[in-house]
């Protein structure tokens, strides 16, 4: 096995270990029915999200090495377009994903009882579709890997 074989293997596996979570972060939180599931079910999404920054981290490490290794993909349509949109959804976190984060955490930390708070709903919307939107550039990222359509 060559030692781009082991990158595309690697690159592979944390597609696999890293994408793979990502798309379950919504279905995760949407089916708790009070307080204390929601907490739960917010507990597990932030553990698989350490999963998705390990697995992300080593598909542009792979995948950047792999450019490097063969220069050409650097001249690829599909190649060029999966690094940009990757580099957008990474983008993502800091800009998007987290301020809409945060006042759910804030919410779920002072709530009480075992209703959840109707904040909740409105801010869960908007982290969500923008979740949603992250996870449809992974899915064209998915396809351009696969199709090598340009």
């Known amino acids: ?8 293997f690697i690159h592979i596996f944390s597609a696999i270990l890293g994408m793979g979570p990502g798309f379950m972060m919504i279905p995760i939180v949407s089916k708790a029915t009070n307080l204390t599931e929601l907490r739960h079910a917010y507990t597990i999404r932030n553990r698989m999200h350490i999963f998705t920054m390990v697995g992300g981290t080593l598909l542009l490490i792979t995948g950047i090495w792999m450019g490097i290794i063969n220069n050409y993909l650097f001249q690829q349509g599909w190649y060029v377009t999966s690094l940009v949109l990757f580099l957008i959804a990474l983008a993502f976190g800091p800009l998007l994903l987290s301020p809409r984060s945060k006042p759910i955490k804030k919410l779920l930390n002072e709530a009480v009882g075992e209703n959840i708070p109707d904040q909740y709903s409105k801010l869960s919307k908007k982290l969500f579709f923008v979740e949603r939107i992250e996870n449809v550039i992974f899915i064209v990222i998915i396809a351009l890997m696969i199709l090598k359509p340009f």
Do not use: A, K, R
């Not at 096995?1 to 595309?8: A, H, Q």
């Open 1 to 8: 096995m060559s030692f781009y074989e082991v990158l595309v």
